[in-house]
């Protein structure tokens, strides 16, 4: 790994890192902007579903991810904070930047194990700071993949990859058309859906499910209906005058109950 040093934001070399926030609402061609430091060292780790095609580093960044970046077999250009801001199009305060490239999206029915199996199914989640930090409870609670309606937004939105602290990058997911398509899926595998809403049986209550697939949907409106009803309704009791949680801190409390003994001893927090 021998860093490129660039002063020039015009340099062709940045292009995939000019405009980034233009260029994550409009798409990036099969690419995807990596942020911060923590996120970097995912995208090279061995857990990555995913590769870097490049890295951009602030001068002073460089030392301390020399290690992690040993291996990489991508370019590594620095340039100055003012440079990357420039390109950017907005202050670049973490100096740490990458592009990586994304593959097809996985099969939803590949992503469904034999044996014990604990997905989550999001629905309408158009939230990117919701999305990533679902993504980092599935991590955390040993969830093998998350399935997303094709109203809920992309897991590979640089917010959302920087808020799920790079899981996002780890944990397979796949997308279906719509809530129904979740519950076909269940059918097909023997999963039993799980929906989440408020003032329903208390989630604690629920035997072990061997095989689930917890049902999540958008804050305010949650899950439609037709969703719930063929579903196993649970919800998490609280204090009077609160009638909900955020569906990431929600998400948490229901994988954490449905995840059960799904993680070794030493990996317990």
Known sequence: ???????????????PY????????VGRQGRFVAEGEVVLRVLLSGRSRFRAESVLLAPERLPALEPALAACDAPVYVAARPVMSALAGFPIHRGVLAIGRGGPVANPDALVPDGPALLVGLVGLANHDNVGGLFRNAAAFGADGVL?????????YRKAIR???????????????????????????????????????????????????????????????GLMSRARRVGIPMAPGVDSLNVA???AVA???????????????
């Open 1 to 15: 790994m021998r860093p490129i040093p660039i002063d020039d934001p015009a340099d062709p070399r940045l292009a």
């Open 18 to 25: 000019a405009a980034i926030r233009e260029r994550d609402l």
């Open 148 to 156: 997303m309606d094709a109203a809920t937004c992309d897991p590979l």
């Open 163 to 225: 808020v799920s602290a790079g899981t996002s990058l780890t944990v397979p997911f796949g997308r279906v058309p719509d809530g129904a398509a979740l519950l076909d899926l269940c059918a097909r595998h023997a999963l039993v859906p799980v929906a989440l809403t408020p003032g329903a049986e208390d989630i604690a209550a629920l035997p072990p499910l061997p095989r689930a697939l917890l049902l999540l949907g958008t804050e305010g409106t949650g899950l439609p209906e």
């Open 249 to 251: 801190v929600a998400g």
């Open 255 to 269: 994988l954490h109950r449905l995840g059960g003994g799904r993680l070794p001893a030493r990996d317990r927090a």
